[in-house]
Structure formats: structure tokens, C-alpha cells
């Protein structure tokens, strides 16, 4: 799924849920509460994105280390 894709979906159902509140007696903002979902979903993604490019044990820095070198070998012969 795409971010746009999710977006929506977590817009719907934060609107469903406001309504439902809102018939139930509770007052709610549903605008608020969407802006505050989205804030925290980008937050969290972007959280998740830069954990995920980052390395963090001994076997993804020796990786690491394997890639630049083999890279490093390919750049040399195509010059």
C-alpha cells in the first residue's frame, strides 16, 4: 500500500469513530483528531524509515562493510 492509500483509510476511520462519538454525545473535533492521527502516523513512519537504513548490530555493520567494498570494486572497473 501506498502512504496516500493509508492516509485515506486512517481518515475514514477516524471520521467514522468521531461521528459515532459525536452521536453518542461525546463532542469531538473531527478534523482535530484526523490531524492528530496523521501527525503521529508520519512520525512514527519516519521513525520506522530511518531504524530501518541504520546499522545497528555487529552483522549489519560487517555487511555494510562487504557492500561499500564490493561497490567500490565495481566503480573501479567500469572507469
Do not use: C, P
Amino acid at each position: 500500500m501506498n502512504t496516500e492509500r493509508i492516509k485515506a483509510i486512517i481518515t475514514i476511520v477516524v471520521t467514522a469513530v468521531i461521528n459515532i462519538a459525536n452521536i453518542l454525545g461525546y463532542a469531538w473535533d473531527a478534523d482535530g483528531a484526523v490531524n492528530a492521527i496523521l501527525t503521529i502516523f508520519s512520525a512514527v513512519t519516519i521513525v520506522y524509515s530511518w531504524w530501518k537504513n541504520q546499522n545497528i548490530t555487529d552483522e549489519a555493520i560487517e555487511a555494510q562493510k562487504v557492500l561499500d567494498q564490493l561497490k567500490k570494486e565495481r566503480r573501479a572497473k567500469e572507469e
